[in-house]
Each structure stands twice: as structure tokens, then as C-alpha cells.
């Protein structure tokens, strides 16, 4: 391949330009790029193979094309062109763009391609940093883990075959890892760890290290000190990484153990923590006063230590370990305290049965809300109630009131295919395919950019309609990194008004069909309310929705997944007029999918959507039990979520909580709730739409809202601030308390990082890897009015305490486990097995009892019938005595059959001894010994000269085993034994 041409010596045929105006008008490239970009372009020639059926056109440009102009000349060329044959091209510019220029120009497109070729380089591809030198392109990973992918995945390969195909450029690709990468990624978690030990040097430093002070009227010293009185101050443990001769550190005490040793010694070995690393310390006691000093260590003590740092080659493999000469007992850091006068409740809180997600076990926290004066706490686990017992019992020893709930993943199980459902065949509809391009989500704060839409009737394209629109404000970035779209290109586009006007008469009455549809019609509807047009009341297909129900087992239905699936050209995702033609496509596959199920007519779609909850995204509420009948309603949707209902993780569809919501109080939930989702994203009017299922309405710090922003979802922490105002003004228009919560994941701020630590050690995939982790821990009254000062303090207070304490008084006091028993009741039973017990006594010993028996008797009867468990031992004696004659009279149902048999001699029937032998013989025990009653009874049968019987079963000795006697079944078995013993003749064996 040439690396260049030199144009100004080689102008275009007059013919190579006149072709490569016809394809750009074929093409239907806007006439603003071809101003701006394609004058100096021609076609150099194409290449047709007939045998693969692919054309490969070769342009020749002295200008760079940017690269989303690239990327929409590519797709549209291909969409034209691609129903004649596969499409490729190669754009060669001049010798005077340098070869690295290109490479750092073009990167991202390569970046894009990877991507949707192979999912596994999301993430760290992205990230990584090109730099060129000549032809040479190196290519700075973030670390050493991304490399090794990078290696795996051949990204050097792929990169320099994608360069040479598309822009004739042959270069060499380097993976490395980037020091200066490497270095800002060292300094980001630097600072994260400093942001999470902060406070703990805040500790440190403003902690008195005064000890407590000596009890003088005891003999036992008081305080712990041992050695010389200790001035230095104390060094983070996380700075020892190494021997030293002398340290000084200052932390708690943990994991002590005491150990008397052979010389006479005692060994105290334990570790002290400052929360920033932990160390392990030795100290021996030599002395009686040593001894008497250092039993007073006790885990959870803070102490000051002063010794040399040494490695303990003891350990395998060796630690470091403090062997402090001087030891003193210092005072902790303050505990955190609850100073406001009037107290909030935490209804939003995690323990550690929120798998993965949080840190503090339940007492902990209804403890810690029992020192701060709160009179409740709740507690809402992600789909689980199994720390309710736990809670419970920590509960009633602390005094608090415990309301229990748990946060639960609701679905959607009526989602509707069609929306505006008319019953009209399918095949005869004719149908409008149109998608939008905004800024952002919001319907309210966020502009449509482009619009574009194609007719279909009976699977031909009868027409299509595509413009810009001017939004008059810049378009994010992150915007322009999904669509290709910039500022340049929509600059003195139309207005909406007139093109939506004019897309609404292109529509007509036929039926509009959106990927993910509600998101585009909402908008629609959102602007035609805005501008004053009639909104559209046309039957509104979804075809997102479609193909779940249509292809359940897909692991995902986005539009370039189903675009595979039906061979269908989509090169530029995320542009409207190209997702538009791409969606028609799908759109014919998908009905012809439909039509095989016996789907023919429009209102039979959403008849058949049974499913939908399988395939439909779960948001969060929190779900709390109000009495005893919520108890059993809440304990119902719980089980019903992890059988019938489990689909990646336990969910409940919103029919069964509909059906079970007696004694129940439902609350919105945090950032993942359908209902702020709708406050962000739509209008006032559907969001109060939305919060009308909802008996609370909750918010939370600002603090758990700002991944949003990370993501580009919101544009500043101001919309943040206006989301919840917006909660709050819907509130007092409904007439629904709002309430603030914490979402409480840990106890202490200091708790963060083990939470983080938790998170990171998923395996798989999980949101929360990846974004901003907030400030989750158990907040006091004043932090949470801190939090929502915004609001106002009046309106803050309102939330935060007044809400809350008012809530938790509608709640009952519940016993998860009732006190008393419920036995089975039988109407006599007392009497009856009082009456039985003596009669039988009486057919032991007589009529007149003896005192001791009469004793024995009222000392198990009393406590029988008196805690209520009369019917259960009558129904036990009852059951007993059903069950043993049907299985006496089958066993010996085989013995019977053998005695009627004429083979048998009469006489040998007839005799006592014969019938004896009837009766069923011991079973040998497990161990396969003979019993003692078992050979005294064969003696005994041998001494009346029975005919056969072996000498040597006669002189068998007790305990002797049986190894020539099988198990078999029934009258088999009996039989056999019989026959063993020689109790029947050979004749009639």
C-alpha cells in the first residue's frame, strides 16, 4: 500500500469526480458536508469481486474527514449500496498528513469498532492513551491487567489491519503501560485512601491520651502502665512497612490471648488497630508485677506502645511484630453522638445480610440508634428478611421499637407491547419507524437534536423523513461521543416546531414503531404539549418489548444485537435516520416471528405478554409490615419472589404486590426506583403519575445522586437539587409524606472502605464497581439536616425528623414469634390419657396403687397436661396403634400362605411347637450378632426334637455373627430362616 499521494502533481480524472458526485447524491449525503468536506474528493477506482460479491471503493481526499463525517459517509454508502453487494472502502489522503496524524485522528473510530466487535474491551480500551512517532503508534494501557487483555484480544493486530483497510496506511502498533497513566491512577487511589482515612487521623490527633484515672481504694492497679511514661507521639501503623529499633503507635486492642510458657513466663500476644493498618504485639510477663500489670490488658482498650519492630521468624511466612518496652493505657476516641434535641428514624438501612452490599450486622446498628435516643429504626435488606430474628431479639434488650421491611425488586408484569391497541391485522398496517436523537433523558430539562423516520407498507419502504433540529444550546459530550452528532452540524437547523408538525402529517394514523418506545413518544408528546400541537393518538409499537417476549433467551435485545440476529446493516449506531433504517428491517423479522406463533392481529400482542416480568428491568421500593396481617402478606411476596418469581435475582411483580398490599406500607426507594426515575426524566405531571402507587415518598443526601452526574445523566448538582425539590412539591400536591433516609450500608464513616473492599470482590459484573461510591453510613439527626439544608431548614426539619418519628408511630409492635403454643386441641384429651396412663398402671400393679407409682405418674402427667400437650401424645398413641396390625398382618401374610400349603405335613402343621415358629422370629441386630433370647429360643425348640435342626445352631455361642443369613422381604425371609433352621423338610422346600 502507498502511504500517500502527492495530489498536487495528480489531479482527478474528469470522469472520478463526476462519479463520486453521483455517489454522494445516491447517498444522500447533506449538502452541508459536501460543502465543508468533500470538494476535494474523487473516486480513484473500485474493486468488484464477483465471487464474494463485495465492491471496494477507493476515494482519494487531500483533507481529513472528521471522523463522525467518516463514519455517517461510510453507513450511508452501505445502506445504499448494500442490497447490490457487500460495501467497503478505503479513503488514501496525501502524502502531506502524516501518518500519525491519521492514527490519533481515526483512533476512536477504531476504539467504536472494537466495541461493538467484541464487548470485552469496554472499559479499558477506552481509557488507554495512543501516542505516535512516525509510523510507530504505542498504545499506553492503564495498567498491567489491561495490557495482558489487550495481548489476548491481538488489539495490535486488529489496529493496524484496520488502518491499512480503511486509509491505505501500513503502521505498527505497540502495547505498553503508561508510566504517567500509571502514576495518575496511583495518585487517584492515593487520594481515595486519604479521603477515607481522614477522619481517622482527625481521631488520632484530638484523642486525649490521658488514662483513665487509678481506683486508689482497690488493690488491683487500675491503669495499665508498664515500662517509662511514653512522650512521643504516635506514627499511623500504615507507616511501618519495616524493621525499626524503636515506634511508637496508639490503637485498640483485638485477638488478645494469654499463654503460660514452660520457663515460667506468660506470653500476652495481641493486635492493635489504629484503622489505618494493624499490627501484631508480644509482650512477656517476667515478674508477679508484670503478670499483675498486663492481665489488665482486655480487648477493646486503646493503648500507646513504644518498643522496637521486628520480623518474627516464627511465622511462616515471617510478619512484621512489635515488641514494645513501654505500654500505656490511653482513652479512645470519642463515640459519635446524636446531640439533637429532637431525633430522627432511619427507615432505610442494609446489614450484613444485604449480600455484598453492606457491613454492620443489625445489633450493631439498634444498638448505636438506643445510645442515640432514637425510639425506632427499620430495617430493609435487599430482598431477604433473615436478620428479622436478630433484629428482634437486639430490639427488646435495647428498648427501641424495630420496624421491619425489606427492599425489593418490583417488575412490571403487565407491560404492553402496543400502546393505543387497535384490532386490525397486522400484515395490513401500515407502519411509521421513527427514532430521536436528544441531549440527554430528561424530557424537561434535555432538546430533541434529530428526528427521522421511514414508512413501511407490506415490507417495502414507501417513505422516509429525516432532519437536524436546532436545540440552541451546546450538546453535551457525551452526547457527541454517542451520536456522532456536534454542535456544527445541528448549528441553524430547523426549528422543531415546523418539522414536528411535519413528521406528525408524514405519520398520519399509521402505527409508530420505537425501540424502547415510551422514551421516544415521550418526548414527542412531551414537546407537542410544549409547542401547542395535537398529540398523537396513534397506536405505538414497541419493538424492544417485542423482542423480549418474541426471543426470552437473548442476553440482550438492544438494536444492534437484533440487527445481527435479522441481517440487517446498522454501521451507525446511534444517529436517528440510520437506526431508523436499520429498525425497519428488524421490525420485518420480528413480525414474521410473531406470525409464526399465530400472532396476526394487533390487540393479540399484548394478550400474550404473560411473561413480561422475565424480561422486564426491576426498580426498587421498600416494603414495611404495618401488623400482623403485613407480616404474613410481606412473608408471602418474600417466598413467592425466591420460587416462582426468581429471575437473576428474587422479584416481585407488581399484580402480586397489588394483591397482597393489606397491611403494608410501600415507599418509593432510592435513585433506582421507578418513581425518580420518572421525576428526572419526565414531566411533573407523570412523575405525580407514577407516585400515586406509592403510600411514602423518599429522598436521600445529595451524596447518593452524584454517580448521575459522573454518567452525564444530569448536568450539574443544581438539577440534582431541583429532582428533589420536585419530590417534595409532588408530595404536597398528593398529599404523601416525604421522608429523608439514609440509606445506611455501614455504622461508622471509618466503615467505607471495607464496604468498598466488599463491592470490588464481586465476581462478575455489578454496577457498583465502577461509580462513585457515596457516604453510607449511620447518620446522626444533625448530618441529615446538613444534608438537606437546600430545602430550607423548616422543610428540612419537616423531612428529616417530623415525618419520620410521625411514621413510625403508624407502626404496630409485632412479634415475629408468638409466646404461647398452638397445640392441637381434642375435646376430653386431658381425661383421657390421665384415665389410660392409670388403668394401665392398674393392669401392672394392681388396684391398689403404690404411692411410688402414683408419684411417678403425676410427675409426667402434670407438665403434659398442663403446657397443652394431651392431644399431641393421644394422637401419637392413636396413630400407633392404626399403623402396627396393618403392618404385623403384612409380614405375615407370606407366614400364612406357607402353613395352608399341602405340601406341608398335617402333623407338622398341627404342632404347638411348629406354630410357634409362626410367630415372627427378632430381626438380627445391625451389628449382625445373634441375641441371647433369639438362641435360648432355638435350644428350646431343639430339645422337642424337631426334625433338621443343625447342631451347630444349638451350639452357637451368644454374639456369634451371622454371615450366611441374606436380608430378604416379608414371607421371602421368613421362609428362608425357617428353612435354614430345618424347620421344614427338604421335600417341601
Not at 483533507?63 to 452501505?78: N, W
Not at 445489633?363 to 435516643?373: F, H, L, R, S, V
Not at 430528561?442 to 414507501?462: C, D, H, P
Not at 443369613?965 to 427338604?986: D, H, K, N, S
Amino acid at each position: 500500500m502507498l502511504k500517500g499521494m502527492n495530489l498536487s502533481n495528480m489531479l482527478p480524472k474528469p470522469d472520478q469526480r463526476k462519479r463520486f458526485e453521483l455517489l454522494l447524491a445516491q447517498a444522500e449525503i447533506p449538502g452541508d458536508w459536501i460543502d465543508a468536506h468533500f470538494r476535494d474528493g474523487y473516486i480513484e477506482r473500485v474493486e468488484v469481486s464477483k465471487a464474494n460479491r463485495s465492491w471496494r471503493f477507493h476515494f482519494v481526499k487531500e483533507s481529513l474527514l472528521p471522523p463522525p463525517v467518516y463514519a455517517g459517509f461510510h453507513s450511508r454508502v452501505r445502506d445504499k449500496l448494500g442490497h447490490l453487494a457487500q460495501i467497503e472502502m478505503c479513503v488514501r489522503y496525501a502524502e502531506t498528513i502524516a501518518t500519525g496524524e491519521l492514527l490519533l485522528h481515526y483512533w476512536p473510530l477504531f476504539v467504536e469498532w472494537m466495541q461493538s466487535e467484541f464487548a470485552s474491551v469496554n472499559g479499558w480500551l477506552g481509557k488507554a492513551r495512543p501516542e505516535t512517532e512516525g509510523e510507530l503508534l504505542t498504545l499506553f494501557m492503564l495498567n498491567e491487567a489491561s495490557l495482558e487483555m489487550a495481548r489476548k484480544k491481538t488489539v495490535d493486530t486488529y489496529a493496524a489491519k484496520f488502518f491499512e483497510e480503511r486509509f491505505g496506511r501500513a503502521c505498527r502498533i505497540k502495547l505498553a503501560v503508561g508510566e504517567k497513566q500509571q502514576e495518575a491512577v496511583e495518585a487517584f487511589m492515593q487520594r481515595q485512601l486519604e479521603e477515607e482515612r481522614m477522619h481517622v487521623r482527625k481521631l488520632m490527633e484530638s484523642m486525649p491520651e490521658e488514662a483513665p484515672p487509678e481506683d486508689s481504694g482497690g488493690e488491683a492497679p487500675q491503669t495499665l502502665q508498664h515500662g517509662y511514661e511514653i512522650k512521643d507521639d504516635a506514627v499511623p501503623i500504615q507507616n511501618i512497612q519495616e524493621e525499626e529499633k524503636k515506634a511508637t503507635v496508639q490503637g485498640t486492642v483485638f485477638g488478645l490471648e494469654v499463654k503460660e510458657l514452660r520457663n515460667g513466663n506468660t506470653l500476652y500476644q495481641f493486635h492493635v488497630t489504629d484503622y489505618t493498618d494493624s499490627l501484631t504485639v508480644k509482650m512477656f510477663g517476667k515478674t508477679k508485677e508484670d503478670v499483675k500489670m498486663l492481665n489488665l490488658l482486655a480487648n477493646g482498650k486503646w493503648v500507646k506502645l513504644r518498643g522496637r519492630v521486628e520480623y518474627d521468624r516464627f511465622l511462616n511466612p515471617p510478619e512484621l511484630v512489635m515488641m514494645p518496652s513501654d505500654l500505656k493505657e490511653i482513652n479512645g476516641p470519642k463515640p459519635r453522638k446524636d446531640e439533637s434535641g429532637d431525633k430522627r428514624v432511619e427507615f432505610h438501612l442494609h446489614t450484613s445480610m444485604s449480600t455484598m452490599d453492606a457491613i454492620a450486622p443489625v445489633d450493631a446498628y439498634i444498638k448505636t440508634a438506643a445510645k442515640w435516643g432514637h425510639k425506632a429504626i427499620a430495617v430493609t435488606d435487599h430482598a431477604n428478611v433473615q436478620c428479622f430474628p436478630e433484629a428482634a431479639k437486639a430490639a427488646k434488650k435495647n428498648g427501641i421499637k424495630m420496624i421491619y421491611g425489606v427492599e425489593a425488586n418490583v417488575v412490571n408484569d403487565a407491560v404492553d407491547i402496543v400502546l393505543n391497541a387497535r384490532d386490525t391485522v397486522l400484515a395490513e398496517e401500515t407502519f411509521v419507524v421513527f427514532d430521536i436523537e436528544t441531549t440527554g433523558l430528561s424530557v424537561t430539562a434535555n432538546k430533541i437534536i434529530e428526528l427521522a423516520g421511514v414508512k413501511v407498507k407490506e415490507g417495502r419502504e414507501i417513505g422516509r423523513f429525516s432532519t437536524f433540529i436546532d436545540p440552541h444550546e451546546p450538546i453535551p459530550y457525551n452526547i457527541q461521543q454517542l451520536t456522532s452528532i456536534t454542535d456544527e452540524m445541528v448549528a441553524g437547523a430547523p426549528e422543531l416546531e415546523p418539522k414536528l408538525t411535519e413528521f406528525l402529517e408524514f405519520a398520519g394514523d399509521a402505527v409508530l414503531v420505537a425501540h424502547n418506545a415510551r422514551f421516544d413518544i415521550g418526548f414527542i408528546q412531551h414537546n407537542c404539549k410544549q409547542l401547542g400541537l395535537p398529540q398523537p393518538t396513534n397506536p405505538v409499537l414497541d419493538t424492544l418489548e417485542l423482542a423480549r417476549y418474541l426471543h426470552p433467551s437473548m442476553k440482550n435485545h438492544r438494536l444492534n444485537t437484533l440487527a445481527n440476529l435479522y441481517k440487517v446493516s446498522l454501521e451507525n449506531h446511534h444517529r436517528a435516520i440510520d437506526d431508523t433504517i436499520a429498525l425497519a428491517g428488524v421490525l420485518e423479522g420480528l413480525l414474521k416471528d410473531a406470525q409464526t406463533r399465530g400472532i396476526t392481529r394487533m390487540a393479540r400482542l399484548n394478550e400474550v405478554n404473560e411473561n413480561s416480568w422475565k424480561t422486564t428491568r426491576p426498580f426498587h421500593c421498600c416494603i414495611y409490615m404495618l401488623n400482623a396481617t403485613g407480616k404474613k402478606n410481606l412473608y408471602k411476596l418474600i417466598s413467592l419472589s425466591h420460587t416462582d418469581y426468581f429471575h437473576r435475582v428474587a422479584c416481585i411483580p407488581r399484580s402480586k404486590l397489588i394483591e397482597h398490599r393489606e397491611g403494608l406500607l410501600v415507599v418509593s426507594g432510592c435513585e433506582k426506583g421507578e418513581f425518580y426515575e420518572a421525576v428526572l426524566n419526565k414531566s411533573e405531571e407523570e412523575a405525580a403519575e407514577v407516585a400515586q402507587f406509592y403510600d411514602i415518598l423518599e429522598i436521600q443526601p445529595l451524596d447518593f445522586y452524584m454517580h448521575l452526574l459522573d454518567k452525564g445523566l444530569v448536568g450539574s448538582r443544581a438539577e440534582l437539587e431541583q429532582s428533589l425539590r420536585k419530590i417534595v412539591a409532588i408530595g404536597e400536591r398528593l398529599g404523601k409524606p416525604v421522608i429523608a433516609t439514609g440509606n445506611t450500608h455501614y455504622l461508622e464513616p471509618r466503615d467505607k472502605l471495607y464496604r468498598d473492599i466488599t463491592i470490588h470482590g464481586i465476581t462478575g459484573f455489578s454496577p457498583l464497581k465502577d461509580q462513585r461510591k457515596p457516604d453510607a453510613h449511620f447518620r446522626t439527626t444533625t448530618e441529615m439536616l446538613d444534608a438537606f439544608a437546600f430545602l430550607g431548614k423548616d422543610k428540612a426539619f419537616e423531612v428529616v425528623v417530623t415525618n419520620t418519628n410521625e411514621l413510625a408511630d403508624r407502626f404496630e409492635d409485632i412479634k415475629l414469634f408468638p409466646d404461647e403454643l398452638f397445640t392441637p386441641n381434642i375435646e376430653g384429651a386431658d381425661e383421657e390419657i390421665r384415665n389410660t396412663c392409670y388403668a394401665t398402671a392398674r393392669e401392672l400393679y394392681g388396684e391398689d396403687l403404690p404411692q411410688v407409682v402414683i408419684d411417678r405418674l403425676e410427675k409426667e402427667l402434670v407438665p403434659i397436661i398442663k403446657y397443652g400437650f394431651s392431644a399431641n401424645y393421644l394422637i401419637s398413641e392413636r396413630l400407633v396403634k392404626k399403623v402396627q396390625p396393618r403392618r404385623l398382618s403384612r409380614r405375615f401374610a407370606g407366614l400364612g400362605r406357607l402353613e395352608r400349603r399341602r405340601d406341608v405335613p398335617r402333623h407338622f402343621r398341627g404342632q404347638p411347637a411348629a406354630r410357634a415358629l409362626l410367630v415372627p422370629q427378632p430381626r438380627v441386630q445391625a451389628s449382625g450378632m445373634v441375641p441371647r433370647r433369639q438362641r435360648a429360643q432355638r435350644l428350646r425348640l431343639a430339645g422337642q426334637g424337631l426334625p433338621g435342626l443343625r447342631h451347630d445352631d444349638a451350639r452357637r455361642r451368644p454374639g456369634h455373627p451371622v454371615r450366611d443369613v441374606p436380608r430378604l422381604q416379608g414371607g421371602q425371609g421368613t421362609r428362608y430362616r425357617l428353612e435354614l433352621l430345618g424347620r421344614i423338610p427338604a421335600a417341601c422346600a
